[in-house]
């Protein structure tokens, strides 16, 4: 894709352009109330979903709880369509992923006139909290996430050698396991045998298999200690990599690309990092608290 190319767009007049302001600018004071506001509803909701599957209060308060989630799915119906009417890009917002689920949280109230049960999937709202980054100008916060996700990636390809070796290890212990112990100590397949492996590599540990042999009790020990050192590797890739971020700084606010909507770019940025579109002039809402220098 063009890095110039708009994303989903801000609109460029009017009251699209206020609606936009107020639903996706969360430096505004109206944005800040109204994703205060949508982050309690989607609690509530979640809460009332949470509460409906309980069998005593569905039985006391069912009809309640249909009350509430019929108004809670109004209420987001409603967001999902002033997002849609308010962007010069509904389908590029739509397909988005917090199009996808503002959509998802919205869908399983009416799929429930055809398929019963599908309310409780009514729980994806929760990622709607996401948001949650974005709101109340929480830079430090954005500045933690930020960080993970970057030590994360780069940790991705280590970690993926690591486990493929972890991989390799069970699927040869287990073997070896199935051959000294046999299908008469439980150990009926070589697939059997790398469960028993896995489970006992991670410190599981179900004990619904267990070695009978004292060779294989042995074995199982050795796996036991090798377990231990297996789980910090991992742990000490990421560690690493976090630690790494420590010595960069960081300055990141609630700025929003008026193109693409990424959000975290520090204030002397003067082109989105995601879609390459300008950036208006940052100007420090002093109402607000000041960005957090990490």
């Known amino acids: 894709m063009n890095p110039n190319e708009p994303h989903y767009g801000k609109p460029l007049a009017g009251w699209r352009l206020s609606l936009y302001t107020i639903i996706f600018e969360a430096d505004t004071r109206a944005g800040m109330l109204f994703d205060r506001v949508l982050i309690a509803l989607i609690l509530l909701s979640v809460a009332v979903v949470l509460a409906d599957s309980v069998r005593a209060l569905h039985d006391s308060y069912g009809e309640t709880f249909t009350v509430l989630e019929w108004f809670f799915t109004i209420v987001f119906t409603l ?10 890009h509904p389908l590029r917002y739509a397909t988005s992923f917090f199009g996808i689920v503002d959509l998802l949280s919205v869908m399983p109230t009416y799929l429930a006139f055809f398929v019963p049960g599908s309310h409780a999937l009514l729980d994806v709202r929760i990622l709607r909290m996401l948001r949650v980054f974005r709101i109340l100008r929480l830079a430090q916060f ?26 390799m290890t069970v699927v040869i212990l287990g073997t070896v396991l199935y051959v000294v112990e046999g299908p008469e100590n439980g150990f009926t397949s070589i697939p059997v045998s790398i469960y028993w492996a896995i489970t006992t590599v991670t410190t599981v540990g179900f004990g619904d298999i267990t070695p009978k042999t004292d060779l294989g009790r042995f074995i199982a020990s050795a796996i036991m200690l090798l377990g231990w050192g297996t789980l910090a590797v991992p742990t000490g890739i990421v560690t ?26 520090s204030p002397s940025a003067k ?19 000041h960005p957090v220098t990490q």
């Open 79 to 88: 967001e999902y369509v002033a997002r849609l009417i308010c962007v010069r």
């Open 142 to 167: 954005v500045v933690e996430y930020q960080q993970l996700g970057r030590a994360l990636r780069l940790s991705a390809r280590k970690i993926m050698i690591f486990l493929s070796v972890v991989l």
């Open 240 to 265: 690493s990599e976090m630690a790494a971020e420590r010595f960069r700084n960081y300055e990141v606010t609630a700025r929003t690309c008026p193109e693409c909507l990424s959000e975290g770019h």
């Open 271 to 289: 082109f989105c990092r995601d879609c390459g579109a300008p950036l208006p002039a940052y100007e420090k809402d002093k109402r607000a608290p």
